[in-house]
Nanobody
Framework: QVQLVESGGGTVQAGESLRLSCTYS????????MGWFRQAPGKEREFVAA???????NYRDSVRGRFTVSRDNAKAAVYLEMNSLKAEDTAVYYC?????????????????WGQGTQVTVSS
């Protein structure tokens, strides 16, 4: 059993920053691939960023250079540092655990999702 709890969402102005956190409990975090996804109203959930258990990262094109995903194995946590936020970043952000990779594509685990945290960016 895996439990994920996201935090750090909020309402900010365009150009500002937020840092999301996702704490993990259950299986061995240090060997878990982790991903961040988001879902805007009326849209499908989309990939944002992922971090392999080895530390390798990848991002969707629209956030590369603005967002940074990191992990702290000692704290069993993964983070998403979001800078230069834009209105189009507004969404509920979800953490996913124990996903797999198909090439460089992070494939989320169907079961291990957090409850989500709202990020609202006003322009």
């Amino acid at each position: 059993q895996v439990q994920l709890v996201e935090s750090g969402g909020g309402t900010v102005q365009a150009g500002e920053s937020l840092r999301l956190s996702c704490t993990y409990s259950g299986r061995t975090f240090s060997r878990s691939n982790m991903g961040w996804f988001r879902q805007a109203p009326g849209k499908e959930r989309e990939f944002v960023a992922a971090i392999h258990w080895s530390g390798d990262t990848n991002y969707r094109d629209s956030v590369r250079g603005r967002f940074t995903v990191s992990r702290d194995n000692a704290k069993a946590a993964v983070y998403l540092e979001m800078n230069s936020l834009k209105a189009e970043d507004t969404a509920v952000y979800y953490c996913n655990a124990n996903g797999s990779y198909r090439g460089s594509l992070y494939v989320p685990h169907v079961r291990w999702w957090g409850q989500g945290t709202q990020v609202t960016v006003s322009s």
